[in-house]
């Protein structure tokens, strides 16, 4: 399935994941879903992020989820399972997390933060410029 994936500090990006054993791989552990928005997708992240001492992602204020620690990735909701995002969707949350959050402070569930640009990363599939060896 195509889904959005959101790293801490990075502009988000397609990726394609299959399996259970590859949605654990992109959070890091565990996996849980959360349903903040009402649009049929959901946000799937390491249900210890936060415990684990992940890095804080981004913040969640709808239905008062805070936030998200560690990766995550946006997918949409079939009947029974995660499918992939539409392009529309696509386009929708990777606008949602254009911008990295450094958290600053907590009062209770409400997360306080500063929005920065976010660094634009590689999928983790596509090879990087490779370096050309130096010359004499």
Known sequence: MNVLVVEPGFLPYEKEINGLEEMQKTVGGLIQAIYPFQEEVGLVCNENGIFEGLEFNRSI???SYGG???TFFVCGLGEEDFISLTPEQVKTYTERFKKAE???GVDGNT???IKVDAIPK???DQPKHQRKPPTR
């Open 102 to 104: 450094i958290l600053i």
């Open 122 to 124: 590689h999928p983790p």
């Open 68 to 70: 998200i620690f560690g």
């Open 111 to 113: 997360p306080f933060t």
């Open 61 to 63: 204020p709808e239905r």
